[in-house]
């Protein structure tokens, strides 16, 4: 059964007792709901008519009784009882049976548009029909979530994650290459360094869970997080700071990347509890966050660019300053929503870590590695920094043997292994494609502008290609060729490169531009999405019932563990093949580096899909088929709906495909 925890029980609870009844008043039968797990309990309805709190919803204990002589302000038996919309939504009218989509409808008629009958058509119908149909979307989003979250979620996911994140990415290489003028393999070291947060995700959100501050899980990390992170764009954005401060660079951009995966795994685990209640809203808030967050991508791409080129790299960093402040204003205001625990329950939450030990300790392992990473490419030998790397990779996979479901855990090394055999030699590619005539009098000589703007641009429009097509046509193949078509073509992708290195495009009368627009921009987006697709999907139907947030985030902690190590393993390459990217520069081994490492290695992950990856369809229910371990015993005096959880409900956010295989 389902008891909304929220100061609206109060008015349920009345529609369960006889009118006029004095004392504590009976929880309302909800019994025709029923969930398959008590994990799965609504404790935050949301809706404009929900009482607020901070912005936000206050919560009660859903075992509290209520007494209407306690509480002055509560309604009497007889007054007209106004539920919010979420209790509307489960309950129905009567508060005894659920409340069909077409009851919703009813309530709300504004918040849906459809085109009028066949025979009332006219030219206008079909003309204004985006139009309305996109009212009726802002209304439903407006009506159901409120302004203020909608506000929050436009900060968190357009200007921070959106822009900022982009800026972050995008803004490395120039700022490596012109204001620190350090080599490409120090690059490469840096990029390692600057990403490592995005391994820690699950431990980020496994301490706030789990620690609230001043009796908020999420509020004060976000304020924290985001201070922290505008502290660090100003300093790159005025301190001059030269090649012997480059390390003290990479960790700036390390806080500033920190700061980015706070805000968007707090905000993410918010829209994801929103969703869960209010289901008739269907895909509303993540396609309104995509939205934004690529609005915001497109924004930042656009701008970092022509700032390069024009020699404004330091004030691409000025500029972040204020996105990344600009968070700051809504989460005070308490735009997230958040709930402030009693006083009586801001203590550290131990019984959440003893219910799901295991995988607290392999997110904190995970955590600690990644940071241990970082500091060895920092101090260490390139030969140090592969050792680490491999030796964390074998750690963290067989663990994953020991705490995941034995399928789950083969997927997840798959995935790893994609990842990870996909070597990262960016220190090497992207000096080549944007080094100067003094350095390679015959390259491509690329503009920031180009390879930066433009660039980014087009990876988009096939990245929703590959969509499109894994949507068109993929929907009923099996999980295995379905990893094997985007393999082959990431490989074929790989071949344009190795076609500008060894000019051999120039030879056929093709340019450098259109040739790599054509590899990297189109075939390869095309099968990263290919490949990410069947990837969620596989992990969303093996995940184990009633802690999903949690193993979500844990796996995608893993897929970016497996990017640190690419780049790690990228970085002793570009040693081995002697490739020198600063005067006299010496590109004359980078073909057969891109052959190694973005085509023999890629295809040696294809035998392993014959022992980890399940021959079945995308349609077959792969969780029954699979023994699940039963779910924890709750721990006495816990609440019902908790789990250590870091309620990064999306995969998709997580895994997201961003410029040049981050996630």
């Known amino acids: 059964a389902v008891c909304f925890e929220v100061e609206s029980n109060r008015k349920l609870a009345l529609m369960s007792s006889p009118a006029g009844a004095e004392g504590p008043l009976r929880e309302p039968d909800l019994s025709p709901i029923q969930f398959s797990n008590e994990e799965h309990r609504l404790e935050e309805p949301v809706g404009e008519k929900a009482l607020r709190h901070r912005g936000g919803f206050r919560q009660l204990p859903s075992t509290e009784s209520f007494d209407l002589s306690e509480d002055p302000g509560s309604p009497s038996a007889e007054s007209d009882v106004d539920f919010t919309d979420s209790a509307r939504l489960l309950l129905g009218q009567s508060g005894s049976a659920p409340m069909t989509l077409e009851e919703f409808k009813q309530l709300h008629p504004t918040w849906f548009y459809e085109l009028p009958p066949r025979d009332a058509r006219r030219w206008h119908s079909y003309a204004l029909y985006p139009l309305r149909k996109?009212?009726?979307?802002?209304?439903?989003?407006?009506?159901?979530?409120?302004?203020?979250?909608?506000?929050?979620?436009?900060?968190?996911?357009?200007?921070?994650?959106?822009?900022?994140?982009?800026?972050?990415?995008?803004?490395?290489?120039?700022?490596?290459?012109?204001?620190?003028?350090?080599?490409?393999?120090?690059?490469?070291?840096?990029?390692?360094?600057?990403?490592?947060?995005?391994?820690?995700?699950?431990?980020?959100?496994?301490?706030?869970?789990?620690?609230?501050?001043?009796?908020?899980?999420?509020?004060?990390?976000?304020?924290?997080?985001?201070?922290?992170?505008?502290?660090?764009?100003?300093?790159?954005?005025?301190l001059p700071?030269?090649?012997?401060?480059?390390?003290?660079?990479?960790?700036?951009?390390?806080?500033?990347?920190?700061?980015?995966?706070?805000?968007?795994?707090?905000?993410?685990?918010?829209?994801?509890?929103?969703?869960?209640?209010?289901?008739f809203t269907g895909s509303d808030c993540v396609s309104f966050v995509w939205g934004v967050y690529m609005l915001g991508q497109l924004v930042a791409a656009s701008t970092v660019g022509p700032m390069a080129d024009a020699?404004?790299?330091?004030?691409?960093?000025?500029?972040?300053?204020?996105?990344?402040?600009?968070?700051?204003?809504?989460?005070?205001?308490?735009?997230?929503?958040?709930?402030?625990?009693?006083?009586?329950?801001?203590?550290?939450?131990?019984?959440?870590?003893?219910?799901?030990?295991k995988i607290f300790g392999l997110a904190a392992l995970m955590a600690a590695l990644a940071v241990g990473l970082a500091i060895t490419t920092l101090l260490g030998t390139d030969t140090a920094v592969l050792s680490f790397s491999l030796i964390a990779s074998v750690l963290l996979n067989?663990?994953?043997?020991?705490?995941?479901?034995?399928?789950?855990?083969?997927?997840?090394?798959?995935?790893?292994?994609?990842?990870?055999?996909?070597?990262?030699?960016?220190?090497?590619?992207?000096?080549?494609?944007?080094?100067?005539?003094?350095?390679?009098?015959?390259?491509?000589?690329?503009s920031y502008t180009f390879y930066s703007t433009w660039s980014q641009i087009v990876q988009a429009v096939f990245g929703a290609v590959g969509v499109f097509v894994f949507q068109a046509f993929l929907g009923g193949w099996r999980f295995r060729p379905l990893f094997w078509i985007p393999t082959l073509l990431r490989v074929a992708a790989s071949t344009v490169d190795i076609s500008i290195v060894r000019r051999w495009n120039t030879a056929a009368g093709l340019s450098d531009h259109a040739t790599y627009m054509l590899g990297y921009n189109m075939v390869y987006q095309v099968a990263y999405m290919l490949e990410f697709m069947p990837a969620v999907l596989l992990n969303s139907k093996l995940c184990p019932k009633g802690i999903e947030a949690t193993i979500y985030s844990l796996l995608a902690g893993?897929?970016?563990?497996?990017?640190?190590?690419?780049?790690?393993?990228?970085?002793?390459?570009?040693?081995?093949?002697?490739?020198?990217?600063?005067?006299?520069?010496?590109?004359?081994?980078?073909?057969?580096?891109?052959?190694?490492?973005?085509?023999?290695?890629?295809?040696?992950?294809?035998?392993?899909?014959?022992?980890?990856?399940?021959?079945?369809?995308?349609t077959d229910d792969l969780f029954a088929a699979t023994p699940q371990p039963p779910p924890p015993a709750r721990m006495a005096g816990s609440r019902a709906g908790d789990s250590y959880g870091v309620e990064d409900a999306s995969m998709m956010a997580d895994l997201s495909p961003t410029l040049r295989d981050t996630a």
Request: proline fraction near 5%.
């Open 558 to 618: 893993y897929q970016n563990f497996g990017q640190s190590v690419a780049r790690s393993i990228g970085l002793y390459l570009i040693g081995v093949f002697k490739i020198e990217t600063s005067a006299p520069c010496n590109f004359d081994n980078l073909s057969w580096l891109i052959l190694v490492s973005h085509f023999i290695l890629p295809l040696l992950t294809i035998p392993f899909t014959f022992w980890l990856i399940p021959n079945m369809k995308m």
């Open 311 to 357: 020699g404004l790299t330091k004030s691409i960093f000025l500029i972040c300053l204020p996105l990344s402040a600009q968070v700051l204003v809504p989460t005070g205001l308490g735009y997230l929503g958040e709930t402030q625990l009693p006083r009586g329950e801001r203590h550290i939450r131990k019984d959440k870590i003893t219910m799901h030990k």
């Open 398 to 446: 067989g663990l994953a043997f020991k705490v995941l479901p034995p399928m789950l855990a083969r997927c997840n090394l798959y995935m790893f292994l994609v990842a990870a055999m996909y070597i990262q030699i960016d220190g090497a590619l992207d000096y080549f494609y944007t080094a100067s005539p003094d350095c390679l009098e015959n390259g491509p000589h690329f």
């Open 134 to 238: 996109f009212n009726a979307h802002r209304r439903r989003l407006v009506g159901t979530f409120s302004w203020r979250f909608l506000v929050m979620l436009t900060s968190a996911y357009m200007l921070m994650k959106g822009m900022l994140y982009s800026f972050l990415l995008i803004a490395q290489l120039p700022y490596c290459q012109t204001v620190l003028q350090i080599s490409g393999e120090r690059y490469q070291g840096f990029g390692t360094i600057a990403m490592t947060p995005w391994g820690m995700k699950a431990f980020v959100g496994a301490i706030s869970d789990t620690v609230p501050i001043r009796g908020y899980h999420k509020t004060y990390y976000i304020l924290i997080a985001a201070g922290i992170a505008t502290a660090c764009f100003l300093s790159l954005g005025v």
């Open 241 to 279: 700071l030269g090649p012997d401060s480059a390390n003290f660079a990479a960790l700036l951009f390390f806080l500033c990347h920190f700061g980015v995966v706070v805000v968007d795994l707090l905000c993410e685990g918010k829209y994801a509890e929103v969703m869960v209640a209010n289901p």
